[in-house]
Structures are given as C-alpha cells and as structure tokens.
C-alpha cells in the first residue's frame, strides 16, 4: 500500500516535468512558426532549462542529506523511519533519456564556455598584472642605470681624468643636480607604488 502511494507521487512528479516541458515544447513550436529556423536550438535551450531545474532539486536533495547528519542510532543519513530517500524524493530525470542526455550535453557547454570567459578575464588580469610587474621591473632598471651613470663618484671615477680643467667644477656640479633629480624622481615614483 505504502509502495502505491511512492510511485503515485513519483508519477506527479514526473508529470509536473513532463507538463512544464509541455509548455516548453509548444512555446518552441511557436517561436517555431514564427521564425522558421532554430528548431534545435529551441528544443536545447528547453531541455537545458528542464536539467537546469532538476540540477537544482539534486543540489537542494545533496544539501538536505549532508546536513542532516548523524542520527541517534549513529548511522549517518538515516531518520526514525529508516531512510531520508524513496521514490518519491529523488529528483528523477524530467525527460526522456536521449533528451536528457542533450540537456545535460547542453548545460556542460554552458558551463565551459563560462569557464572559458572566466579564464579569459582572468588571463587578462593577469596579463595585466604582467605588463605593470615589467613596468616596475624596467623602472628599477632604469634608476640603477641612471644612477651608474650620473652617481657624481662614479661619473667622476669614469670620466674625471677626460674633464676640461676649466670646467671640471662646473660639469661636477650639474652631474650632481642630475642625480639629485633622478633620486628624488625615484622616490617619488616610490610613493605612487609605481617602482
């Protein structure tokens, strides 16, 4: 009698899909008549939202039994009555098999080609972060070449004994505003977080 009763429900429930998918199906052939084209496509978005929904009910079903626990006998899932699972609780499939199938075919597409965009602006942010990583590297490299240049000890280690005598003083004292500039420069691109 008990048993009756299960596969009654479990017959609602699967005319509930099979209704649902009814109107699925006879707004697709009304889309159908109006266009003239796309039939495939209509019949997969259909299916895709059917297994979407019943994706759904297996994630509330998973969610239900995990946090259910463990019961007073110590036996992991089970209520007084024996079980939290029958004919009737579990989401069975809402289509045919070969349309679910396409369903299911159609919601893994879905999910890749959204995994695809992610990863795209993912690999944009970090080619992002790549492109500002060498502008910081190119910058450190620029300020140590500056500064072998233009550090007044290393200019005049270099250049001194190549110095017109009448101007030493003078070329000297520009080398270092130069690298008074070029320090004071660098820490400043320091501060905006640049170098």
């Not at 939202?49 to 019943?54: D, E, I, K, L």
């Not at 101007?167 to 690298?179: D, K, M, T, Y």
Request: hydrophobic share 35%; glycine share 10%; aromatic share 6%.
């Amino acid at each position: 009698m008990q048993e009756e009763a299960l596969q009654d429900k479990m017959r609602q429930q699967q005319q509930s899909w099979r209704a649902g998918w009814g109107r699925e199906e006879s707004s697709a052939a009304g889309e159908r008549h109006g266009s003239g084209h796309g039939i495939a496509a209509q019949a997969a978005r259909a299916w895709l939202r059917a297994v979407q929904q019943h994706e759904r009910q297996w994630a509330a079903l998973e969610a239900s039994i995990s946090s259910i626990g463990s019961g007073s006998d110590g036996q992991e899932g089970k209520s007084s009555s024996g079980g939290t699972l029958g004919l009737a609780t579990v989401p069975w499939p809402p289509l045919a098999s070969t349309e679910y199938v396409a369903g299911l075919a159609a919601l893994e597409q879905q999910e890749a080609e959204q995994q695809r965009r992610q990863q795209r602006q993912a690999g944009a942010q970090q080619q992002e972060q790549e492109q500002r990583s060498a502008w910081q590297r190119a910058q450190r490299r620029a300020y140590a070449r500056a500064c072998l240049r233009w550090h007044p000890d290393k200019f005049e280690a270099r250049w001194g004994q190549h110095l017109a005598a009448a101007e030493r003083a003078a070329v000297l004292a520009r080398v270092q505003e130069v690298s008074q500039g070029i320090n004071a420069a660098w820490e400043q691109l320091q501060q905006e977080g640049g170098g």
